[in-house]
């Protein structure tokens, strides 16, 4: 059983940066492939990056390819999330989720394979 905790989000103006986390509990957290999704009022969770268990591998939707970074440290059971140049459309309620098996393609934004959830934290960005 993973436990996830997502933190960090809030109000930021268009262009500025935010830094969601996600904290595991579990000791498994490190066999875990990791993922970021968002869910914007009215609209489908789409998928926004995910990584391998080690890090080696990340994955990131077009939409945010050279705004957002994901990484993780296993030692301390965190996946981060680094938001830069954030646009209005980026607004929506982010959250993390692990699978067990490892995706290639356009398998990493099937939902249907996170098997844990966190409940969410909310990004608004302002224009």
């Known amino acids: 059983q993973v436990q996830l905790v997502e933190s960090g989000g809030g109000l930021v103006q268009a262009g500025g940066s935010l830094r969601l986390s996600c904290a595991a509990s579990?000791?498994?957290?490190?066999?875990?492939?990791m993922g970021w999704f968002r869910q914007a009022p009215g609209k489908e969770r789409d998928f926004v990056a995910g990584i391998s268990w080690r890090g080696g591998s990340t994955y990131y939707a077009d939409s945010v390819k050279g705004r957002f970074t994901i990484s993780r440290n296993n030692a301390k059971n965190t996946v981060y999330l680094q938001m830069n140049s954030l646009k209005p459309e980026d607004t929506a309620v982010y959250y993390c989720?692990?699978?067990?098996?490892?995706?290639?393609?356009?398998?990493?934004?099937?939902?249907?394979?996170?098997?844990?959830w966190g409940q969410g934290t909310q990004v608004t960005v302002s224009s």
């Open positions: 579990g000791r498994t957290f490190i066999s875990y492939t």
């Open positions: 989720a692990a699978r067990r098996t490892f995706p290639v393609g356009a398998d990493w934004g099937n939902s249907n394979e996170y098997v844990y």
